[in-house]
């Protein structure tokens, strides 16, 4: 008999073997000698008391032993040679994902980067942290891996409804992640690790007949001479690649997309988004607050850098933590020369001293109208580079950040002095107020005071806001028809994960890539 079971055990005995099994025996009321088996299916720290425990959710063999656990994702077997064709534009998560699914489906993907390998984009980060100076195609958003391969490699979603995350997960372990993504709740691989894996995921589609050109920005659409359908798309360097279909996983940052997808008129949607700052604090702040540690006191070596998610609602408005970064760094996420972006990142270890996370406010469609006479369903993109740009000016340029410490926010001055911060091209003082629009900084003010109730120290003298984060997710979506995935307008167009407005991280993108593979190959497969 299987039984499966939640346990609450404290540290460390969470982390036995013999403590979990005996543990089982009891919630069972059974004897020890039957309890045949225990796997481990997902574990969470809960560290609402200050006994600190986890949470295990655990299948037991009663009377029998464990079944199998399932297995790993296999290699995708090579394309037939009379295989069709189909265009993946964009290696992120969700280009990757539809490249390893349409593999298996029967069809043979071609990738088209923009960027560089993730490898040679690893070089293309010190120009911009050092010199103040982006490469255009080939930074911290573009590149084999997307925005997500410098951006801690956090692995949780609540998207579950796009399919299986666990799935996902597999996929992860079958390239080369650590296998403990599988059973932790809140799973991460780390921007030092996560490169590697793309690799060998890379390697795994050429093996098996898939093609990847980096270095290939798409510019326009290749149309049937009625319009209706698709054919193809054309690269800047005038080559023309042809395909009946072409999945669209270009991310949130290219907007470049989005002014070829209205050119060629068709239809997008604005949507809302999110805006606002990174917010740092030291680490040994986070980890006091939230493991109830006593003054002084350093951090269990067997607790992880202790993570938060702050939440609420303002006058309408959200206003959040996102993509919150415990022991990591800020980075610079622009994509152009003359805007400031921010951004968090952490290494597998998550041991640096700071802890970050974005603290943004919703922005709605509608907050964005000044903007809408003159761009129309882009006036939420004109809105994002008019404060990005801003931010440059405030920063004083060399892709420096305007920051203020949050004492400072709340009482509306400048900051006289900064702390350090590990934000590379370095911080201006500068009074947020006079950057951000008025309704945020409103909300900020108010959303900061809430949140020192649940994190003491939240608004104290060491936090430190930096500006400004406004690439939370895009400003646009592509429509498609819920059935078939493909753009209403436009048969053999999918428009797929954070680019087109349908997901919002490195999981969802990824499910939502293997989604429209699934929904392409049923297309080219008719």
């Known amino acids: 008999m299987l039984r499966e079971l939640h346990l609450r055990l404290p540290l460390p005995q969470a982390d036995s073997p013999d403590a979990r099994l005996r543990a089982a025996a009891r919630a069972l009321r059974l004897p020890l000698r039957r309890i045949h088996g225990l796997r481990l299916l997902k574990e969470s720290l809960d560290a609402r008391q200050r006994t600190i425990c986890k949470q295990l959710r655990c299948l037991v063999a009663v009377d029998e032993p464990l079944p199998p656990p399932t297995p790993l994702p296999a290699s995708p077997s090579p394309a037939p040679q009379d295989a069709p064709r189909l265009i993946i534009v964009g290696s992120g998560p969700a280009g990757l994902f539809a490249a390893l699914r349409c593999l298996e489906l029967g069809v043979r993907p071609v990738l088209l980067e923009r960027g560089k390998d993730v490898s040679a984009r690893r070089f293309d980060l010190r120009p911009i942290n050092c010199e103040g100076r982006v490469p255009i195609d080939s930074n911290y958003c ?55 894996i793309i690799q060998s995921m890379r390697a795994a589609i050429i093996a098996a007949g898939g093609e990847v050109h980096f270095g290939t920005r798409v510019c326009g659409l290749l149309r049937s001479a009625d319009g209706s359908r698709l054919l193809g798309v054309r690269s800047v360097d005038g080559r023309e690649w042809q395909a009946n ?47 109830h540690l006593r003054p002084g006191q350093i951090r269990p070596h067997n607790l992880p850098a202790a993570r938060y998610t702050l939440s609420t609602t303002i006058r309408e408005r959200g206003v959040h933590s996102f ?36 603290f943004v406010v919703t922005v709605t469609p509608e907050d964005t109208d000044t903007f809408a006479r003159g761009h129309g369903v882009l006036s939420g993109i004109v809105w994002q580079k008019q ?16 920051a203020q410490r949050v004492q400072d926010f709340l009482n509306r001055r400048t900051s006289v002095s900064l702390r350090a911060c590990n934000y590379r091209p370095g911080i201006t003082p500068y ?14 003010a108010e959303g900061l005071r809430l949140f020192e ?12 806001l930096i500006g400004t984060e406004t690439r939370t997710s895009s400003p646009v979506r592509i429509p498609r028809n819920s059935d078939t995935l493909q753009h209403p307008q436009l048969a053999g167009l999918f428009p797929c994960a954070e680019g087109a407005g349908y997901a919002g991280g490195i999981v969802s993108a990824a499910l939502d890539g293997r989604l429209c593979a699934e929904a392409a190959a049923a297309y080219l497969h008719r």
């Not at 970064?325 to 951004?343: H, L, M, Q, R, S």
């Not at 404060?387 to 305007?402: D, I």
Request: aromatic share 8%; glycine share 12%.
């Open 142 to 196: 573009f590149g084999e891996g997307g925005a997500g391969a410098f951006s801690d490699g956090k692995l949780y979603t609540r998207a579950t409804k796009r399919g299986d995350v666990a799935e996902v997960y597999r996929y992860f372990v079958a390239y080369g992640a650590n296998p403990s993504i599988l059973t932790d709740a809140h799973p991460h691989i780390g921007s030092d690790k996560l490169p590697r």
């Open 245 to 291: 279909a072409v999945i669209l996983a270009t991310g949130h940052s290219a907007r470049d997309i989005y002014r070829m997808l209205v050119q060629e008129k068709l239809m997008l949607e604005r949507k809302a988004f999110a805006a606002g700052v990174r917010i740092e604090h030291p680490q040994a702040l986070i980890d006091a607050a939230l493991y």
């Open 323 to 358: 993509c919150m970064c415990p022991g990591g760094f800020i980075v610079p996420a622009a994509t152009e020369n003359d805007e400031v972006v921010v951004n968090g990142m952490s290494l597998s270890r998550r041991s640096s001293p700071l802890a970050n996370s974005g």
């Open 387 to 402: 404060l990005e740009q801003a931010s440059a000016r405030a920063g004083g340029g060399a892709m420096k950040a305007p």
């Open 431 to 444: 009074n947020l107020w006079e950057l951000l629009p008025r309704g945020i900084c409103e909300r900020m």
């Open 453 to 464: 109730r649940n994190i003491p120290g939240f608004t104290g003298e060491d936090a430190l």
